[in-house]
């Protein structure tokens, strides 16, 4: 049996931190190593408890989570965070993608995507909750401006800025109406173009333009 997935928890609110540790210790492939109700206990039990995902709340006492994931790329690069929030606006998203956080979603549907994204994370990639991912088809003169300086088709952006938000290719192709292969198509001839070669690298590339950005 592969080792299991060692996950921090930190929200201030013990109802909540009770829930994602019901949650996450009914899985077979994951430990919760420690929880913390504020941002200063968090801080020190991820440090001391080395875990491989650090489970964050946005907003804490003391510290943000915002803020823990800036000091633990410092203190303890190993350790990947996700952060969960109530917030929906893509500023905080934003910030937590520039601070080095791997993982975004929201508390409203952590029930059903937490694991998905620990799991995600852990094995290398990005997540970020699918209610950022709703597509846009509308595509303004500006846009089409910006798409052209790039050297991308329209097609070809969407499926990046998808891949960027987590998205799979089926999920993708559901939404553009499209085959799920012509999805993958898209996705990789964007990539191919722009030289990106890892999720992260996509990720990175789609906040730098303002896309994780757009409604």
């Known amino acids: 049996m592969s080792r ?14 009770a829930g994602l540790r019901n949650l996450l210790e009914s899985q077979q492939d994951i430990e919760v190593v420690g929880d913390a109700k504020t941002g200063y206990e968090a801080h020190k039990m991820i440090l001391a408890s080395a875990p491989d995902i650090a489970v964050v709340d ?11 994931a800036r000091k633990l790329a410092q203190e303890a690069a190993h350790v990947r965070v996700v952060i969960l929030t109530l917030y929906e606006d893509r500023a905080f998203l934003k910030q937590a993608l520039t601070a080095g956080v791997r993982g975004y979603v929201l508390k409203t549907s952590a ?11 852990a094995a290398g990639q990005t997540y970020i909750d699918p209610l950022f991912a709703e597509a846009d088809h509308t595509t303004n003169p500006e846009q089409k401006a910006e798409l052209e300086l790039l050297g991308l088709t329209e097609r070809e952006a969407q499926a990046l800025k998808f891949a960027a938000r987590g998205l799979t290719n089926k999920e993708a192709a559901i939404r553009l109406g499209l085959s799920e292969k012509s999805v993958e198509t898209y996705r990789a001839r964007a990539a191919q ?17 303002g896309w994780l950005n757009e409604v």
């Open 4 to 17: 299991k997935i060692r996950v921090a928890l930190a929200d201030d609110h013990p109802v909540m931190l």
């Open 58 to 68: 946005i907003s804490m006492p003391g510290i943000s989570g915002i803020s823990i």
């Open 111 to 121: 029930a059903e995507k937490l694991v998905e994204a620990i799991r995600k994370v």
């Open 193 to 209: 173009k722009l030289a990106l070669k890892t999720r992260a690298d996509i990720v990175r590339f789609a906040s730098a333009q």
